[in-house]
């Protein structure tokens, strides 16, 4: 059989002795037929079925941004939530239990009012205490029991307290105090003002305080204001003074030399605001008190100058039992005399004490001088192991 094929006309060619002749036109498909029948050449065709695609695949992406945009912000808060560390969400929720207590004990303490002069011919400081408002209850009555205590921090020692007022918490005192201040001493003073609640039979509590620096304000003329009253400082460092030596020591001869050169801004001890000062200075080896020297009595002044010197023999081979232990002295003709601070130097010190030390040994027969701030006795002596007094034991009766 042969077959030839034109225009989608299949004949098939009878064989010898075959009579039957079949011919088939095949059925164009249902799409092919209609792109068929538009006036438009094939290109066009494509391009516009490109384009209505982009349309689609642009309307599916709007759908879905809207779809998921509504949920995205609860989404976005939970995740934010859970990446912070766990102090961090604490600090998110909820604030920190040390502020809440601390704004607590901020908030309703009440106000002072309170009045200063200072007279620079007499060298004094003038302070009025007027009257107090709204104070913190402190008795289960609903009311206190207020007192106000007056004290500048460069003389500790020297207090005054107002008159008690019973059950009321606007008390009016209209009470003045006069203070021995030295102009060049009046930058470094801090006014301090506390309002206690007055109890018969237990410890007196603190209602609040103000305080005040009085290179703050100007004391040119005289000022009245109100003051909030604050939580009172636990700890009240009191400031006993500098002292400026130096040291020298030779191993080869085995002499310390120390030069007590001056001291500044001592703690007043006399009543009049001012000290007779002097120093003494021991050498302690092995924790027992050795050799002693002492230096002249400066009269009424808390800024001595001495520029004396003292030559101890300290072999080499001690020089690391020996502790410097530098102290001043208050001399008093009626009573005995009082200590005003100390502090000592040697293998055993810490901090200024310890680096002038080793840098006297580090550098033999160089003298070498350096200001230290004074220490209350007893820390010194705590740790020297030294004891203040001696106790003596009684026979038994």
């Not at 019973?166 to 309002?195: C, D, G, H, W, Y």
């Amino acid at each position: 059989m042969a077959v030839a094929a034109r225009k989608g006309r299949v004949t098939v060619s009878p064989l010898a002795g075959s009579p039957v002749s079949i011919a088939t036109t095949a059925r164009p498909g249902f799409l092919g037929g209609w792109l068929s029948g538009i006036p438009l050449p094939k290109w066009a065709l494509i391009a516009v079925a490109v384009a209505v695609a982009v349309l689609l695949l642009l309307f599916l992406i709007c759908i879905v941004r809207c779809c998921c945009g509504k949920k995205q912000p609860k989404k976005k808060e939970r995740v934010s939530l859970r990446a912070v560390s766990g102090s961090s969400t604490a600090c998110l929720v909820q604030p920190e239990m040390e502020d809440l207590e601390r704004g607590a004990a901020q908030a309703g303490r009440g106000k002072l009012q309170y009045s200063l002069e200072y007279n620079f011919r007499a060298q004094e400081l003038k302070v009025g205490v007027k009257q107090a408002a709204k104070l913190k209850a402190m008795d289960s009555g609903g009311t206190s029991d207020p007192y106000v205590v007056v004290y500048l921090t460069s003389d500790m020692k020297k207090k005054y307290e107002t008159k008690v007022y019973r059950k009321t918490l606007n008390p009016i005192f209209n009470e003045s105090f006069t203070f021995q201040v030295p102009q060049a001493e009046v930058p470094e003073s801090t006014l301090v003002m506390q309002i206690y609640d007055f109890n018969r039979f237990a410890k007196h509590d603190i209602i609040g305080e103000v305080r005040l620096p009085l290179a703050s304000v100007s004391l040119q003329h005289v000022i009245e204001q109100w003051s909030d009253l604050v939580a009172a400082s636990k700890v009240e460092e009191e400031r006993l003074g500098e002292i400026c030596f130096s040291l020298r020591y030779v191993p080869s001869t085995g002499k310390l030399t120390v030069l007590i050169l001056e001291a500044k801004k001592l703690k007043r001890m006399d009543s009049h605001g001012l000290s007779d000062p002097f120093v003494k200075v021991h050498l302690i080896l092995n924790r027992k008190k050795w050799k002693k020297k002492t230096t002249s009595v400066k009269k009424n002044t808390l800024s001595p100058y001495f520029n004396e010197v003292f030559v101890f023999e300290v072999p080499f081979n001690q020089i690391q039992n020996v502790d410097v232990v530098i102290s001043i002295w208050d001399h008093d003709k009626v009573t005995k005399n009082e200590p005003i601070g100390k502090l000592f130097l040697g293998c055993r010190a810490t901090g200024n004490q310890l680096r002038h030390w080793s840098d006297m040994l580090s550098n033999p027969r160089r003298p070498l001088a350096q200001w230290h701030s004074l220490q209350p006795p007893d820390v010194v002596d705590k740790a020297l192991g030294l004891k203040s007094h001696l106790k003596l034991s009684l026979p038994p009766r």
